[in-house]
């Protein structure tokens, strides 16, 4: 019996000129997983199109597509490299066209384009509760560690005064000669606490795009913390209801509450009642000081990491590297 061709044209590389496609992809297969998980009534918004520059940015030539034999866009997987940490997503394949080895396509494609690049940690996150991807990826050698959990307060519980040293500064507010300086002081310290790691493309992007702004604490004269804050919503058309911190440094658990407080302090001028943190479990003291603190868990997923590309974790300090966009 005849059978259409259904091999997949690709890797691509995804331009701006690809968002619309993107997006409908996005939803229409997240939304086929959330079905297949159970959730059936979940319907997945398309993302506000800005998030998606930022994504494709920051991926630059990690970030890759597929075709099918009409040239509609089939898969697509966007990976990111900061440094020496490498990841990947979002991705994902048609509905139509999962089961037939597409998917290992563009996840090893990734792989590839990551490690040419030298990073020593390679990793991606899933829904914890969606055991078809723990499987799909761990037969392609990558092994489950701990959870990234989306948690969530009410600005009104910053406190302010519990802040040592100096106050918050606003690198987005700098002159470029002092936006330069502080942008180096952030890269010495994540550096500090896993040599490799470099934050400074994704910092630079969203604060030319105007997603948010990067906060930083001092503590005796040197930097303390920073906190990488996005204001920007997430679904198109959405309301600006939630300031989503992305990536954390800080020297010690004093200076992560700093750092908290003046996201939810900056998120309050915004009059956006609600601050998100993408807090790594590995780090329990401060998942401890996050709950006390107010925080609920939203949301969890598991992170993955590639067999002998291990996630970096120093051991004094507080390193939260948000996987996800």
């Not at 086929?32 to 997945?44: A, F, I, N, S, T």
């Not at 030319?208 to 503590?219: A, E, M, Q, S």
């Not at 998120?267 to 780090?283: F, I, P």
């Not at 998942?287 to 993955?304: E, I, K, P």
């Amino acid at each position: 019996m005849w059978r259409p061709e259904r091999a997949a044209r690709g890797p691509f590389p995804v331009t701006e000129k690809d968002i619309n496609g993107l997006n409908r992809l996005f939803a229409d297969s997240f939304t086929d997983r959330y079905r297949r998980d159970g959730l059936v009534g979940v319907r997945v918004p398309f993302l506000n199109e800005a998030i998606w520059r930022f994504a494709i940015a920051d991926a630059g030539d990690g970030a890759q597509l597929w075709r099918d034999e009409s040239d509609r866009l089939v898969a697509f997987n966007i990976a990111h490299r900061s440094g020496t940490e490498g990841w990947m997503g979002p991705l994902c394949v048609r509905p139509d066209r999962q089961l037939g080895g597409l998917g290992r396509e563009i996840v090893m494609s990734a792989v590839d384009w990551l490690k040419s690049h030298g990073v020593t940690t390679l990793g991606l996150e899933t829904m914890p509760r969606t055991v078809d991807n723990i499987g799909f990826y761990s037969r392609l050698g990558f092994v489950p560690g701990h959870l990234t959990l989306t948690m969530t307060a009410d600005t009104s519980n910053s406190r302010p005064g519990r802040r040592s040293g100096a106050g918050p500064d606003s690198v987005g507010q700098l002159s470029k000669p002092e936006r330069t300086a502080r942008l180096a002081a952030i890269k010495s310290l994540v550096q500090r606490l896993a040599p490799g790691y470099d934050f400074t493309r994704e910092l630079e992007i969203s604060l030319d795009l105007g997603l948010g702004d990067v906060l930083t604490i001092d503590r005796d004269g040197a930097l303390a913390a920073f906190a990488l804050v996005h204001a920007a919503p997430l679904a198109e058309g959405g309301g600006r209801d939630e300031v989503r911190a992305l990536k954390l440094a800080a020297v010690d658990l004093p200076a992560m509450l700093a750092i908290i407080d003046a996201a939810a302090a900056w998120a309050g001028r915004l009059a956006v009642r609600r601050l998100a943190v993408r807090c790594q479990t590995g780090y329990t003291e401060a998942y401890r000081a996050l709950v006390a603190r107010g925080f609920r868990v939203r949301w969890s997923d598991l992170r993955m990491t590639l067999t002998g590309y291990p996630e970096a974790q120093p051991a004094e300090g507080i390193l939260w590297s948000n996987w996800e966009i």
